[in-house]
Nanobody, 128 residues
Framework: QVQLVESGGGVVQAGGSLRLSCAAS????????MGWFRQAPGKEREFVAD????????SYEDSAKGRFAIARDNSKNLVSLQMNTLKPEDTAVYYC?????????????????????WGQGTQVTVSS
């Protein structure tokens, strides 16, 4: 089992920045690739970013490219999502998730069904 706890959400004006953090506990953190997803009211959960177990490779959803940055610190069991130039359409509950790492990392969009463990989510609200 892996337990995930997100933090760092809040209310920010459009154009502002937020940094989300996800603290992991349980099984070996460095053995899992990590992802961030978000879900707005009435919408499906959507992929935002993913990072390989080693932290050397990452993937982003198109609207996140150039604005968001995912990172991890395996010594501290932490993964983060730095979000810059936020837009009202970024408003959602953001979730951290873990999936079993494979030997070969593929930079692509990942589906929620590929992840085995989820945090409880943290609310991000971007006002216009």
């Amino acid at each position: 089992q892996v337990q995930l706890v997100e933090s760092g959400g809040g209310v920010v004006q459009a154009g502002g920045s937020l940094r989300l953090s996800c603290a992991a506990s349980g099984r070996t953190f460095s053995g899992y690739a990590m992802g961030w997803f978000r879900q707005a009211p009435g919408k499906e959960r959507e992929f935002v970013a993913d990072i390989s177990a080693s932290g050397t490779r990452s993937s982003y959803e198109d609207s996140a490219k150039g604005r968001f940055a995912i990172a991890r610190d395996n010594s501290k069991n932490l993964v983060s999502l730095q979000m810059n130039t936020l837009k009202p359409e970024d408003t959602a509950v953001y979730y951290c998730a873990a999936r079993t790492s494979s030997p070969w990392y593929s930079s692509r969009t990942y589906s929620p069904s590929e992840y085995h463990y989820w945090g409880q989510g943290t609310q991000v609200t971007v006002s216009s």
